[in-house]
Protein backbone atom coordinates (compact mmCIF):
# COMPACT_ATOMS: atom_id res chain seq x y z
CA UNK A 1 0.00 0.00 0.00
CA UNK A 2 1.13 3.74 -0.83
CA UNK A 3 0.93 6.94 1.26
CA UNK A 4 0.85 9.70 -0.61
CA UNK A 5 1.19 13.37 0.96
CA UNK A 6 0.90 16.12 -0.48
CA UNK A 7 2.38 19.64 0.91
CA UNK A 8 3.74 23.35 -0.80
CA UNK A 9 -0.10 24.94 -1.14
CA UNK A 10 -0.94 28.22 -0.36
CA UNK A 11 -2.35 31.52 -0.77
CA UNK A 12 -0.13 33.76 -3.71
CA UNK A 13 -0.89 36.28 -6.05
CA UNK A 14 -1.56 36.70 -9.63
CA UNK A 15 1.87 35.41 -11.35
CA UNK A 16 3.53 34.29 -8.12
CA UNK A 17 4.79 30.26 -8.09
CA UNK A 18 4.58 27.86 -5.96
CA UNK A 19 6.22 24.52 -5.74
CA UNK A 20 3.90 21.24 -4.56
CA UNK A 21 5.61 18.36 -3.23
CA UNK A 22 4.39 14.57 -2.75
CA UNK A 23 6.15 12.66 -0.80
CA UNK A 24 5.08 8.98 -1.28
CA UNK A 25 5.56 5.84 1.57
CA UNK A 26 5.22 2.34 1.76
CA UNK A 27 6.27 1.63 -1.94
CA UNK A 28 8.90 2.72 -4.24
CA UNK A 29 7.89 4.99 -6.34
CA UNK A 30 10.13 4.39 -9.34
CA UNK A 31 7.49 1.72 -10.03
CA UNK A 32 4.82 3.90 -10.61
CA UNK A 33 3.54 6.22 -13.12
CA UNK A 34 2.57 9.49 -11.17
CA UNK A 35 0.07 12.50 -11.54
CA UNK A 36 -1.13 15.16 -10.66
CA UNK A 37 -4.95 16.16 -10.62
CA UNK A 38 -6.54 19.50 -9.57
CA UNK A 39 -10.69 19.69 -8.68
CA UNK A 40 -12.09 23.48 -7.97
CA UNK A 41 -15.00 24.29 -6.06
CA UNK A 42 -18.28 22.86 -7.79
CA UNK A 43 -16.24 21.59 -10.83
CA UNK A 44 -14.78 17.84 -11.34
CA UNK A 45 -11.58 16.99 -10.74
CA UNK A 46 -9.06 17.40 -13.72
CA UNK A 47 -6.10 16.46 -14.99
CA UNK A 48 -2.91 18.57 -14.35
CA UNK A 49 0.16 16.70 -15.29
CA UNK A 50 1.62 13.09 -15.63
CA UNK A 51 5.19 11.49 -15.72
CA UNK A 52 6.13 8.05 -16.23
CA UNK A 53 8.15 5.89 -13.87
CA UNK A 54 11.23 6.53 -15.44
CA UNK A 55 11.04 10.54 -15.76
CA UNK A 56 11.44 10.31 -19.49
CA UNK A 57 7.64 10.81 -20.62
CA UNK A 58 5.41 13.58 -19.31
CA UNK A 59 2.30 15.06 -20.47
CA UNK A 60 0.41 18.17 -19.23
CA UNK A 61 -3.20 19.58 -19.47
CA UNK A 62 -3.41 22.25 -22.60
CA UNK A 63 -4.39 24.92 -19.61
CA UNK A 64 -0.99 24.30 -17.82
CA UNK A 65 1.25 23.57 -20.82
CA UNK A 66 4.27 26.36 -20.48
CA UNK A 67 3.40 26.63 -16.64
CA UNK A 68 3.41 24.20 -14.76
CA UNK A 69 6.78 21.62 -14.67
CA UNK A 70 6.36 17.89 -13.06
CA UNK A 71 9.52 15.98 -12.19
CA UNK A 72 10.29 13.47 -9.67
CA UNK A 73 13.36 12.29 -7.10
CA UNK A 74 13.06 8.86 -6.78
CA UNK A 75 15.75 8.53 -4.59
CA UNK A 76 13.21 10.71 -2.52
CA UNK A 77 10.47 8.88 -3.11
CA UNK A 78 9.25 12.76 -3.96
CA UNK A 79 7.05 14.14 -6.91
CA UNK A 80 7.19 18.04 -7.29
CA UNK A 81 5.09 20.26 -9.39
CA UNK A 82 6.00 23.83 -10.01
CA UNK A 83 3.61 26.33 -10.80
CA UNK A 84 4.88 29.14 -12.54
CA UNK A 85 2.71 32.29 -13.51
CA UNK A 86 -0.41 31.04 -11.85
CA UNK A 87 -3.65 32.24 -12.10
CA UNK A 88 -6.96 32.93 -10.42
CA UNK A 89 -8.50 29.81 -12.69
CA UNK A 90 -5.32 27.42 -11.13
CA UNK A 91 -7.16 28.03 -7.59
CA UNK A 92 -8.04 24.28 -6.58
CA UNK A 93 -7.15 21.87 -4.25
CA UNK A 94 -4.46 19.52 -5.80
CA UNK A 95 -4.16 15.94 -5.54
CA UNK A 96 -0.62 13.68 -6.12
CA UNK A 97 -1.84 10.25 -7.59
CA UNK A 98 -0.12 7.39 -8.33
CA UNK A 99 -0.80 4.85 -10.94
CA UNK A 100 0.99 1.31 -11.62
CA UNK A 101 0.49 1.59 -15.55
CA UNK A 102 3.16 3.72 -17.21
CA UNK A 103 0.77 6.80 -16.41
CA UNK A 104 -2.26 8.32 -17.50
CA UNK A 105 -4.20 11.62 -17.81
CA UNK A 106 -7.42 9.79 -16.83
CA UNK A 107 -7.88 9.85 -12.91
CA UNK A 108 -9.67 6.03 -12.68
CA UNK A 109 -6.25 4.22 -13.91
CA UNK A 110 -4.64 6.20 -10.69
CA UNK A 111 -4.80 3.48 -7.90
CA UNK A 112 -3.49 5.57 -4.75
CA UNK A 113 -4.14 8.90 -4.12
CA UNK A 114 -2.94 12.22 -1.47
CA UNK A 115 -5.29 14.14 0.41
CA UNK A 116 -5.12 17.51 -1.45
CA UNK A 117 -3.44 20.47 -0.83
CA UNK A 118 -5.15 23.53 -1.18
CA UNK A 119 -3.76 26.16 -3.71
CA UNK A 120 -5.67 30.01 -3.99
CA UNK A 121 -4.58 32.74 -6.12
CA UNK A 122 -5.43 35.83 -5.53
CA UNK A 123 -6.59 38.32 -8.51
Known amino acids: QVQLAESGGGLVQTGGSLRLSCAAAGGTSSTYGVGWFRQAPGKEREFVAA????????GYAASVKGRFTISRDNAKNTVYLQMNNLKPEDTAVYYCAATKIRYSEYDLQYDYWGQGTQVTVSS
Open 51 to 58: MSRSGLST
